[in-house]
């Protein structure tokens, strides 16, 4: 029979990989921005997201500061997929210096409605259909990058003369740890953008509506860090190839996929090799440059707070259970990426390991297996961090447990 674990003596709990200046225990209690996580439980209880605009802010101001240095001209689009909160769409809106990346109509409106002009808004979408086209096609301003053949077609039936930016394909992809779940592209063939074997007949179709192909779009993967910079530049590298026969190309859109790191194994991503690889493929070439982060940005500005429920044995394991699962935040269930619990307050110096289960009544419904944690009892509130971007955007109602707050803290 195997034995039950027991809780042992940490010395370690001070300092735990992930804080910083604006995310740290202060006594022992964990703080946001400045505002206690604690406190904030207490007052609008759980499951809640609480998103710092402080650390947004950084971000963008840390992207600015090197794209700035590659000696090109550039925006910023923030992806929206990666969390519509409206406070923070309008807090963004506010600053002026970034606009919205909408991959539907609804995001172009709920841009609208937070204070973005057309002009700041930039969509690429797929498998478009002909009540999106019919809503596109009236708004004037909005950068439309079209994806498939399919979409020069439909766009150029009413967009005669217009400019617009083709999504390719490179046949290539990254994502964090390499997972192939997150790439967009790559080895095999995905549904995203045009192939170098369909440049001819998209330049056909283009020529035939009298479309004005001025800019490229790729998006090829999600979460890279700096094991995945070498593919980045292949991939860059391989865009130039488009870029070539196209001709007359004055924009590049880079897409996303700069990641943030989940585990004490991942280095923050070196955004001075990540420039001068931009900066190697493009000078020179009077070409204007643009990203669409939204990992980057959001998702370390963000935790989730949950309410513990029980612990116990089962075996050789202690099961946590807490009150929520993983339909408010699918990527530790679905994707594999790594999750980072922790308590909201230590209160002794012992950890525990645990697997912390959520309250969805789904196999794959499993925060973390095995992790040490501080010891924690029933009641007390679990901070899950990196839970600021693809979390509460991609939640549903699934066994009907699908309702959260969310704080944003200015």
């Known amino acids: 029979m195997n034995s039950i674990p027991q809780p042992t003596t940490n010395l370690m ?25 604690e406190q904030i439980a207490k007052q609008v209880g759980t499951p809640t997201f609480v998103y710092s605009t402080q650390r947004i802010r950084e971000n963008i101001k840390r992207l600015r500061v090197a794209l700035s240095q590659t000696g090109l001209e550039f925006d910023i689009y923030y992806a929206m997929k990666a969390n519509r909160n409206p406070s923070i769409l309008t807090h963004l809106a506010a600053n002026g210096d970034i606009g919205i990346d909408a991959c539907s109509p609804k995001e172009v409106l709920r841009a609208m409605s937070c204070g973005f002009s057309a002009e700041k808004i930039s969509f690429t979408g797929t498998s478009v259909s002909m009540d999106d086209w019919n809503f596109l096609y009236r708004q004037q301003g909005i950068k439309i990058n079209l994806d498939s053949l399919a979409a020069l077609k439909n766009y150029g039936a009413y967009g005669k003369g217009k400019k617009v930016g083709i999504r390719i394909n490179p046949a290539l992809g990254l994502g964090y740890n390499d997972n192939t779940l997150l790439r967009y592209s ?59 026969r196209l001709g007359n190309i004055n924009e590049v859109n880079l897409g996303g996929g700069l990641g943030v790191p989940h585990t004490s194994n991942d280095a923050p991503l070196d955004l001075s090799n990540w420039k001068k690889i931009i900066h190697r493929h ?129």
């Open 186 to 244: 790559g080895t095999e063939v995905t549904k995203f953008g045009i192939y170098q074997e369909q440049l001819d007949e998209a330049m056909a179709i283009a020529r035939f509506y009298d479309l004005k192909i001025s800019r490229v779009h790729f998006h090829t993967g999600c979460g890279y860090l700096n094991q995945q910079l070498p593919v980045w530049d292949e991939i860059l590298a391989a865009s130039l190839e488009f870029i070539d």
């Open 282 to 410: 493009f000078k020179g070439k009077n070409i204007r440059i643009a990203i669409e982060p939204g990992d980057y940005l959001l998702k370390d500005a963000g935790v989730l707070l949950l309410q513990t429920v029980y612990l116990e044995p089962r075996r050789d394991k202690f099961f946590l259970g807490v009150n929520g699962g993983f339909n408010l935040a699918i990527e530790p269930g679905f994707y594999q990426m790594p999750c980072e619990p922790t308590p909201c307050v230590i209160k002794g110096n012992k950890k525990i390991k645990v697997t912390i289960a959520g309250n969805i009544n789904e196999s794959v419904d499993i925060w973390a297996k095995d992790i040490d944690i501080p010891e924690m009892n029933t009641g007390d509130t679990l901070v899950l961090i990196n839970a600021g971007a693809y979390a509460s955007a991609m939640s549903s109602n699934h066994c009907m447990r699908g309702e959260f707050n969310e704080i944003v803290i200015p």
């Open 13 to 37: 709990l001070a300092h735990p990989w992930w804080q910083r200046e604006d995310l740290k225990y202060i006594n022992r209690r964990l703080y946001l921005a400045g505002q206690s996580l």
